[in-house]
């Protein structure tokens, strides 16, 4: 069971900024009702500007909460764009690998790059949700998904299984103190969607955000950080994709078809879909290009054979489980559901 949790600011600071400060008095408040012990790294409240110029604070904060043996979870404030930069701080002299210990870790989005990290030095992890996107919820409670996985984590430690969402929510367009209680959009949900391949098919389940993948691969938005990921081998090769399943969503920005293709391109050249079990979709924010990321997944990968799973409730689309990576998958398309052995 989960008693303590680290709060930690590896890409974007904003969980720092005033403007947030109710937001995160209404996360601290329902951590807190749930008998949880929380602590704010000592630099992930320093604010947008600090955290941006500190990549090296925003490692120590990390390497601290892994070797604080009173941590149980390590709790992503937000994503961001730059979490890459921790790179040399992380794994130039090992200090990730020797400063890990077994805890749970939980983010998305931008952190896809720290599930790296930590997949490269041997820790399981959970994708899926963060402190200010989930936790800070305006509406009067968590989202009632969302809040059964996250639940399940902090009591049993872990994720048996996902099965879809009865409703999805448009995202808000608007966060201020006079939107507190005020309830998201809903629309009714469809379950999860197999677009190609076997209903049933199994391994360990890794990936994250396609926006923040391509990244690793094109230097439109970092010049440096397709080089800074190479030097430190942190895209995983095709044999340590064998097997596996890949998780992919989009993110708020909501990539054109054109990037999402160019994204899956890189992808198989890096002879991540020769090596796969499985692809599973995270439903994409407000369902925006579903239906050219679909056409997109089976002609780039061209492979019908490989099976596709769409609609998942994971990423930047609410609401959202957790996935957790590094055990054992079953994908059951005839239950509707995804089964993990630990």
């Not at 807190?32 to 090296?56: I, Q, S």
């Not at 690998?97 to 992890?125: C, P, Q, W, Y």
């Not at 340590?240 to 909501?254: A, H, N, T, V």
Request: aromatic share 10%; glycine share 8%.
């Amino acid at each position: 069971m989960i008693k303590n949790i680290a709060i930690v600011s590896l890409s974007s600071g904003i969980m720092g900024e005033e403007s947030v400060g109710f937001e995160v008095e209404i996360g601290l408040r329902r951590l807190k009702e749930y008998g949880l012990n929380v602590r704010f790294m000592p630099h992930a409240l320093k604010g947008l500007d600090y955290v941006k110029e500190h990549p090296e604070k925003r490692a120590q904060d990390l390497l601290e909460a892994f070797r604080d043996p009173k941590t149980d979870m390590i709790l992503c404030a937000i994503g961001g764009d730059d979490t890459y930069r921790l790179l040399p701080y992380l794994f130039d002299h090992n200090e990730l690998a020797e400063a890990v210990t077994d805890k749970v870790f939980l983010g998305f989005s931008d952190t896809t790059i720290n599930h790296l990290m930590l997949h490269k030095v041997g820790l399981r992890t959970f994708y899926g949700q963060a402190f200010l996107s989930d936790l800070c919820e305006l509406s009067e409670e968590m989202l009632p998904y969302t809040r059964r996985y996250f639940e399940e984590l902090i009591t049993t430690g872990t994720i048996r299984e996902i099965t879809p969402s009865d409703a999805w929510y448009e995202e808000r367009t608007r966060f201020a103190p006079d939107q507190i209680g005020v309830p998201p959009v809903s629309h009714p949900d469809r379950g999860f969607e197999l677009l190609q391949g076997p209903a049933v098919f199994s391994g360990k389940i890794l990936g994250g955000c396609i926006d923040t993948l391509y990244d690793m691969f094109d230097g439109g938005r970092y010049a440096d950080m397709p080089e800074l990921c190479k030097r430190y081998g942190l895209f995983p090769s095709a044999e340590d994709w064998q097997g596996r399943i890949l998780l992919l969503e989009s993110s708020e920005e909501k990539p054109s078809p054109e990037k999402y293709r160019r994204a899956l391109g890189f992808l198989k050249e890096a002879g991540v879909f020769d090596a796969v079990s499985g692809v599973l979709i995270g439903k994409p924010m407000d369902e925006t290009y579903a239906a050219e990321y679909k056409t997109a997944l089976k002609e780039i990968i061209g492979n019908p054979d490989l099976p596709i799973v769409c609609n998942l409730n994971i990423g930047h689309a609410t609401p959202r489980c957790i996935i957790p990576f590094g055990v054992n998958a079953v994908v059951d398309m005839k239950r509707q559901a995804i089964r993990f052995d630990g």
